[in-house]
C-alpha cells in the first residue's frame, strides 16, 4: 500500500467571473492543505470569466508554484468546467470544490482520510434542514423528489459538487463522454464505494450566485432526461389508458343493449367515442413504441460504459 507522502491531490475549482472571491478562497484553501502530508496542486478552471478572474488567477498562479490555470473559450457552465478539469488531471486523487467559499476546506483533511481508507467517492451533502426557507431551498428539494421517484440512480438531497474522488472513479467518470452533464448522478452511477459526509455551507465570500434561474434549469433537465426514460414512455402509458377507456365504454354501452334501453342513447354517441377513444389510444401508443426508440438511441448514444470493473481477482487472492 502506498504512503500517504506519495499521494498527489488535485484540488479542482470551476471559476467563472470570481475576481477578488477566488484570492480569499485560495488563501482559505491554502491554510488547510498546508500542513498535510499531500502532494497538492491546485487546477483553477476558467470558465470563461468576463471580468478580472482572468487577473486574479494569473496573480495566484504566479505567488504559488502548485497552481496551474485551465481557460475555456467562452462560458460552458460549472459541469463542463468540472469536466474539463477532471480531464485534465493526473493526481491519486481528485477534490472538487467552489470558488466562492462555501464549501468548507476544513472537510479536506477528513475526506482525504476516507480516501485513504478505501472509498472511491467522497461525497458532500448540504445540511439544508438548518437553512432558512428559500425558492432555491424548496425547487431544489422538489427536484430532488422527482429524480428519485423517476430514475434509477439514486441521487441524495443536497449533494454537492463538493466531492473526493479516487483516480479509478475519476477514471470511470472520464469514460462517460455524454454532453449533457450531471455529475451528482454520474457519481452514483459509476457504484463505486461512496460515503456521504454531511457539511454546512458557509456564505458566499461575496458576489452572487452565478447559477441563474436558466442555468438552474438547464441542470435539472439535464439531470432528468440523462438518468431517466419515463418521459418516453409517457405516450405508451396514454395508449394503454386510452385503450382502457374504449374498453370500459363498450361495456357501457352493451349494459343499454342488454337492458333493452337502447332508446336512451344519443344517436352516433357510442360509436363516435369508441372511434375517438381508439383512434387516440393507437397515435398515443405509436408515440409511445417511438418513444422507447428514441429511448434506446438515446442511451446508445450517450457511449456509457456498459459495466465498469472494481477489481482483478488474481490466482494469488490478491486484488
Ligand atoms: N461556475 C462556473 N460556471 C458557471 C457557473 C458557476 O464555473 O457557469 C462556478 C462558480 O464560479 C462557483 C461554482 O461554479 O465556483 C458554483 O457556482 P455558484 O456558487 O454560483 O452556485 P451556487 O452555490 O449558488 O449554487
Ligand atoms: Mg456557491
Known amino acids: 500500500m502506498s504512503s500517504k507522502l506519495d499521494r498527489s491531490v488535485d484540488l479542482i475549482i470551476p471559476v467563472f467571473n470570481e475576481e477578488g472571491v477566488v484570492e480569499k478562497t485560495h488563501t482559505r484553501i491554502c491554510s488547510i492543505v498546508d500542513g498535510l502530508p499531500y502532494d497538492f496542486h491546485f487546477l483553477y478552471v476558467d470558465d470563461g470569466s468576463r471580468d478580472g478572474t482572468a487577473d486574479s488567477l494569473r496573480a495566484i498562479s504566479s505567488s504559488d508554484g502548485r497552481v496551474s490555470v485551465l481557460s475555456l473559450s467562452r462560458n460552458f457552465g460549472h459541469q463542463a468546467a468540472l469536466t474539463a478539469g477532471m480531464d485534465a488531471s493526473s493526481g491519486d486523487v481528485v477534490i472538487t470544490m467552489d470558488a466562492d467559499g462555501q464549501h ?30 428559500s425558492f432555491k431551498k424548496w425547487t431544489s428539494g422538489m427536484f430532488y423528489r422527482l429524480i ?21 472513479a475519476v477514471d470511470a467518470l472520464k469514460q462517460m463522454p455524454e454532453y449533457h452533464r450531471f ?9 463505486y464505494p461512496m460515503v456521504i ?16 434561474l436558466v442555468k438552474m434549469i438547464g441542470l435539472a433537465m439535464d439531470a432528468i432526461f440523462s438518468f431517466s426514460l419515463v418521459p418516453l414512455y409517457i405516450g405508451l402509458s396514454l395508449g394503454g389508458i386510452l385503450f382502457c377507456l374504449a374498453a370500459l365504454e363498450m361495456i357501457y354501452v352493451l349494459s343499454f343493449w342488454v337492458t333493452g334501453r337502447t332508446s336512451n342513447l344519443a344517436p352516433g354517441w357510442s360509436s363516435l367515442m369508441f372511434v375517438i377513444l381508439i383512434v387516440g389510444g393507437m397515435l398515443m401508443a405509436l408515440l409511445g413504441f417511438i418513444g422507447v426508440y428514441v429511448g434506446y438511441i438515446f442511451q446508445e448514444v450517450k457511449r456509457r460504459p456498459v459495466y465498469l470493473v472494481k477489481g482483478e481477482k488474481h490466482d494469488d487472492g490478491q486484488q
Not at 434509477?152 to 449533494?159: A, K, N, Q
Not at 455529475?183 to 457504484?191: A, K, N, T
Not at 456564505?203 to 452572487?208: A, F, Y
Open 197 to 212: 459526509l454531511p457539511y454546512q455551507p458557509a456564505e458566499r465570500i461575496s458576489g452572487q450566485s452565478k447559477y441563474s
Open 183 to 191: 455529475l451528482r448522478g454520474m457519481v452514483s452511477w459509476i457504484g
Open 104 to 133: 468548507p476546506p476544513e472537510m479536506i483533511p477528513q475526506m482525504l482520510d476516507l480516501v485513504q481508507q478505501g472509498y472511491d467517492v467522497v461525497q458532500t451533502q448540504r445540511m439544508d434542514a438548518a437553512q432558512p426557507a
Open 148 to 168: 428519485n421517484a423517476i430514475s434509477g440512480t439514486r441521487v441524495l438531497p443536497g449533494t454537492a459538487d463538493f466531492r473526493a474522488l479516487s483516480r479509478q
